[in-house]
């Protein structure tokens, strides 16, 4: 299985800030990465496909990159309901894996 | 819009079985996929099990083979989930999700499993 390995586990950060999240794969999975975001009680929301393509209505603040191991998410300008728990998953291979999430808690 | 809606909230005990449903709307059905993935408590995201709504074709996790059975119904446009002989490690929020990328989740089927 490929193993997702995502820093940091969580962050504090403050309204308008810039923050980024790093995903590693255990091995190259191309470009097949998403980011996703949950907050409680609510279903996962996808942000970003193919490593760095916002999905509909994803706001341009979230921007995605990387390739073969490496990937991250930035948040350009963090507002108020930007905070929450952010997950990476490859979809290269069965079993669909997951990042461990990261929390963006408030400063 | 493209809608995924998951059937209620289940409690069962030990060794029982529960089927999960997943509605989808707004989308051709027969043209994506369904994943299964389901958050225990405490634990993290897991990969459940895959279904071609076009041809039946599914692949399992390992750790549920012989226990999991996933279906799809194309004329009500629903997938569904069974989890066979529960324990208390089942527990979990159940997902369905589409393929081949996860866009859209359904709103999660919380499944109790205690005596």
């Known amino acids: 299985d490929i193993q997702m390995t995502q820093s940091p586990s969580s962050l504090s950060a403050s309204v308008g800030d810039r923050v980024t999240i790093t995903c590693r794969a255990s091995?190259?999975?191309?470009?097949?990465l998403a980011w996703f975001q949950r907050k409680p009680g609510q279903a996962p929301k996808s942000l970003i496909y193919?490593?760095?393509n916002l999905e509909r209505g994803v706001p341009s603040k979230f921007t995605g990159s990387g390739s073969g191991t490496d990937f991250t998410l930035t948040i350009s300008s963090l507002q108020p309901e930007d905070f929450a728990t952010y997950y990476c998953?490859?979809?290269?291979?069965?079993?669909?894996?997951f990042g461990e999430g990261t929390k963006v808690e408030m400063k | 819009q493209v809608q995924l809606v998951q059937s209620g909230a289940e409690v069962k005990k030990p060794g029982a079985s529960v089927k999960v449903s997943c509605k989808a709307s707004?989308?051709?059905?027969?043209?994506?996929?369904i994943n299964w993935v389901r958050e225990a408590p405490g634990q993290g995201l897991e990969w459940v099990g895959w279904?071609?709504?076009?041809?039946?074709?599914?692949k399992y996790a390992q750790r549920y083979q012989g226990r999991v059975t996933m279906t799809t119904d194309t004329p009500t446009t629903t997938a569904y989930l069974e989890l066979a002989s529960l324990t208390s490690d089942d527990t979990a929020i159940y997902y369905c999700?589409?393929?081949?990328?996860?866009?859209?989740w359904g709103q999660g089927t919380l499944v109790t499993v205690s005596s």
């Open positions: 999700t589409r393929d081949p990328t996860p866009d859209y």
């Open positions: 707004g989308y051709p059905f027969t043209s994506y996929g």
């Open positions: 279904i071609s709504t076009f041809s039946g074709n599914k």
């Open positions: 091995q190259g999975i191309i470009n097949y």
């Open positions: 193919g490593a760095s």
């Open positions: 998953q490859q979809y290269h291979s069965y079993p669909w894996t």
